[in-house]
C-alpha cells in the first residue's frame, strides 16, 4: 500500500485570524507584533509582504517598505485556540495526526482516503471546512512523504493544493534549488555549493561517498532528500520530551540583580508547573542569559535528586547566577530542567520530606489552573506577574509542550 501524506499549512496565519477578527484589516497590509518595546514582524498579511514586509522586521523597516502597514499586536490564547480546533477538523478523516507547529500538520490518509473520495478529495474538504468554519485559507500538498509534501504545500501557496505522485517527483526535483527543500538552510546550501551542487537533482545523483566524507552521516540522508526519499513516520504520539524550559527576552535590558532574579524566579515558577502538570522531575537545572550583542552564555548544576518544585528550582538558577560575573546587562533570560523522569505523585512517600511543600504548590496549581496563570504568585514577582504571550516554536495543541499562553 502506497504511503500518502497530506501537509496542511495555514496561510498568513496570525494574520489571517487577525483579519477575520475584524473586518476592517481584510485586504489590507496587516503585520502581527508583539507588545513589547523590541517588537518585530512574527507574520505578515499577503497585502504587506507585497511590498517586500518580511517575517523578523522590526516595525521601523516595515514601515519604510510599506507606510500605510497596519500593526496589530497578536493575541497568542486565538491562534492556539485556533490550532486545536483546526486538529479537530482534521481527525474527521484519520487518526494519524502530527500538528507539527501551530500552522502546520501532516495526516496519514493512506489508509483511509479511499473512505473520502481519495487524497485530493480530503485536501479539498479540509480547504472547504478551515473557510468556512474559521474564515481563513490554508494549502494542501500532497505527496509519498512528509518531505514532498511540505516542498507541494510550498509551491502551492497561498490557498493551493498540489500533488506529487511518486511518478512526478524526479521532474520535480530535477532543476530545484537545494534550499527549497524542507531542512536545508543556508548552511547546508553554501556547503552543498562548495562541492558544485546547487539543485536537487545534482545532489540526489552526487556520490554517497563524496557526501559522507563531507557531512558525515547526514551526507546519506542529504542523497535522499535530493532524491525525494524520506523514511521519516509522522509522530503521532508526542514522545517523551528531553527538557522542559522556558525564556524571554526582556522589555529592555537590566543589569539590577533583582530585576535579574525575580524574572529567573518567574521562569523557575512556569518551568515548575509545567513539570508537575505533565508528570516530570528533572535533575539538572540550566540557566540561560543573553547579553544585548546576542552573545549567549549557558551554565548547568546537577542537583543530587530529581525535583519538579519551584524553590529548589529557583535556588538552584540563582547559585549558577551568583556564581558568575556578568559582563553586561541582560538582554534574555532562560530556565530549563532536563535528566527527566516521570513523577508520579500518587506514589509520593508518606514521609517525603517535601511532601508539604508538594501539596502547597498542586493548590497553587489548581487555583492557576481554573483562574489563569499567576493568580497566586510569589510575592517576590507580584509586581512582574505577567507571563510572556509568546508562541514557542515546540508549542503543541496538546502533551506538555502545550503551554497556556495568555495575553
Same mark, same amino acid.
Request: charged share 25%.
Given at each position: 500500500m502506497k504511503t500518502i501524506i497530506l501537509c496542511i499549512d495555514m496561510d498568513a496565519f496570525f494574520a489571517s485570524v487577525e483579519q477575520q477578527a475584524n473586518p476592517k484589516l481584510r485586504g489590507k497590509p496587516v503585520a502581527v507584533i508583539g507588545s513589547g518595546g523590541r517588537t518585530v514582524v512574527t507574520t505578515r498579511s499577503y497585502e504587506a509582504r507585497k511590498f517586500g514586509v518580511k517575517t523578523g522586521?522590526?516595525?521601523y523597516e516595515a514601515k519604510k517598505l510599506c507606510p500605510h502597514i497596519i500593526f496589530v499586536v497578536g493575541d497568542s490564547e486565538k491562534y492556539t485556540h485556533t490550532c486545536r480546533e483546526l486538529s479537530k477538523v482534521y481527525s474527521r478523516f484519520t487518526p494519524d495526526i502530527e500538528v507539527y507547529s501551530i500552522d502546520e500538520a501532516f495526516l496519514d490518509v493512506t489508509t483511509t482516503h479511499h473512505l473520502f473520495g481519495g487524497a485530493e478529495a480530503i485536501g479539498l474538504s479540509i480547504k472547504e471546512e478551515v473557510k468556512k468554519q474559521f474564515g481563513i485559507n490554508c494549502t494542501v500538498g500532497i505527496a509519498p512523504n512528509i518531505l514532498m509534501a511540505k516542498l507541494a504545500s510550498d509551491i502551492a501557496k497561498p490557498d493551493g493544493l498540489r500533488w506529487f505522485k511518486e511518478e512526478d517527483i524526479p521532474s520535480v526535483l530535477k532543476d530545484l534549488p537545494v534550499k527549497e527543500l524542507w531542512g536545508i538552510g543556508?548552511?547546508?546550501?553554501r556547503r552543498l555549493a562548495g562541492l558544485g551542487i546547487k539543485t536537487c +537533482? =545534482?545532489?540526489g545523483s552526487a556520490p554517497a561517498g563524496l557526501l559522507r566524507n563531507r557531512f558525515g552521516i547526514v +551526507? =546519506?540522508?542529504?542523497k535522499l532528500m535530493g532524491q525525494g526519499i524520506c523514511h521519516r513516520p509522522l509522530i503521532v504520539k508526542e514522545e517523551d520530551p528531553k527538557s522542559i524550559g522556558h525564556s524571554m527576552t526582556l522589555p529592555q535590558d537590566i543589569s539590577n540583580r533583582k530585576q535579574i532574579e525575580a524574572q529567573i524566579l518567574k521562569l523557575s515558577a512556569m518551568v515548575g508547573r509545567r513539570a508537575r502538570k505533565y508528570g516530570f522531575a528533572g535533575k539538572k537545572v540550566t540557566l540561560t542569559i543573553r547579553y544585548p550583542d546576542f552573545e549567549t552564555f549557558t551554565k548547568q548544576t546537577t542537583l543530587s535528586e530529581h525535583t519538579n518544585i519551584t524553590r529548589e528550582i529557583y535556588n538552584c538558577a540563582l547559585g549558577i547566577l551568583n556564581s558568575i560575573r556578568l559582563r553586561d546587562k541582560?538582554?534574555?533570560v532562560g530556565v530549563s530542567i532536563?535528566?527527566?523522569?516521570?513523577?508520579?505523585?500518587d506514589q509520593m512517600a508518606l514521609f517525603d520530606h517535601r511532601a508539604k511543600e508538594k501539596s502547597i504548590l498542586n493548590a497553587v496549581d489548581s487555583?492557576?489552573?481554573k483562574h489563569g496563570e499567576f493568580t497566586v504568585t510569589w510575592a517576590s514577582y507580584l509586581e512582574q506577574a505577567k507571563p510572556p504571550g509568546v508562541i514557542s516554536p515546540a508549542w503543541r495543541p496538546s502533551g506538555v509542550r502545550n503551554v497556556n499562553?495568555?495575553?
Amino acid at each position: 500500500m502506497k504511503t500518502i501524506i497530506l501537509c496542511i499549512d495555514m496561510d498568513a496565519f496570525f494574520a489571517s485570524v487577525e483579519q477575520q477578527a475584524n473586518p476592517k484589516l481584510r485586504g489590507k497590509p496587516v503585520a502581527v507584533i508583539g507588545s513589547g518595546g523590541r517588537t518585530v514582524v512574527t507574520t505578515r498579511s499577503y497585502e504587506a509582504r507585497k511590498f517586500g514586509v518580511k517575517t523578523g522586521m522590526n516595525i521601523y523597516e516595515a514601515k519604510k517598505l510599506c507606510p500605510h502597514i497596519i500593526f496589530v499586536v497578536g493575541d497568542s490564547e486565538k491562534y492556539t485556540h485556533t490550532c486545536r480546533e483546526l486538529s479537530k477538523v482534521y481527525s474527521r478523516f484519520t487518526p494519524d495526526i502530527e500538528v507539527y507547529s501551530i500552522d502546520e500538520a501532516f495526516l496519514d490518509v493512506t489508509t483511509t482516503h479511499h473512505l473520502f473520495g481519495g487524497a485530493e478529495a480530503i485536501g479539498l474538504s479540509i480547504k472547504e471546512e478551515v473557510k468556512k468554519q474559521f474564515g481563513i485559507n490554508c494549502t494542501v500538498g500532497i505527496a509519498p512523504n512528509i518531505l514532498m509534501a511540505k516542498l507541494a504545500s510550498d509551491i502551492a501557496k497561498p490557498d493551493g493544493l498540489r500533488w506529487f505522485k511518486e511518478e512526478d517527483i524526479p521532474s520535480v526535483l530535477k532543476d530545484l534549488p537545494v534550499k527549497e527543500l524542507w531542512g536545508i538552510g543556508p548552511s547546508i546550501e553554501r556547503r552543498l555549493a562548495g562541492l558544485g551542487i546547487k539543485t536537487c +537533482g =545534482e545532489l540526489g545523483s552526487a556520490p554517497a561517498g563524496l557526501l559522507r566524507n563531507r557531512f558525515g552521516i547526514v +551526507g =546519506e540522508t542529504l542523497k535522499l532528500m535530493g532524491q525525494g526519499i524520506c523514511h521519516r513516520p509522522l509522530i503521532v504520539k508526542e514522545e517523551d520530551p528531553k527538557s522542559i524550559g522556558h525564556s524571554m527576552t526582556l522589555p529592555q535590558d537590566i543589569s539590577n540583580r533583582k530585576q535579574i532574579e525575580a524574572q529567573i524566579l518567574k521562569l523557575s515558577a512556569m518551568v515548575g508547573r509545567r513539570a508537575r502538570k505533565y508528570g516530570f522531575a528533572g535533575k539538572k537545572v540550566t540557566l540561560t542569559i543573553r547579553y544585548p550583542d546576542f552573545e549567549t552564555f549557558t551554565k548547568q548544576t546537577t542537583l543530587s535528586e530529581h525535583t519538579n518544585i519551584t524553590r529548589e528550582i529557583y535556588n538552584c538558577a540563582l547559585g549558577i547566577l551568583n556564581s558568575i560575573r556578568l559582563r553586561d546587562k541582560v538582554r534574555l533570560v532562560g530556565v530549563s530542567i532536563s535528566q527527566l523522569k516521570r513523577d508520579d505523585n500518587d506514589q509520593m512517600a508518606l514521609f517525603d520530606h517535601r511532601a508539604k511543600e508538594k501539596s502547597i504548590l498542586n493548590a497553587v496549581d489548581s487555583i492557576n489552573d481554573k483562574h489563569g496563570e499567576f493568580t497566586v504568585t510569589w510575592a517576590s514577582y507580584l509586581e512582574q506577574a505577567k507571563p510572556p504571550g509568546v508562541i514557542s516554536p515546540a508549542w503543541r495543541p496538546s502533551g506538555v509542550r502545550n503551554v497556556n499562553i495568555k495575553n
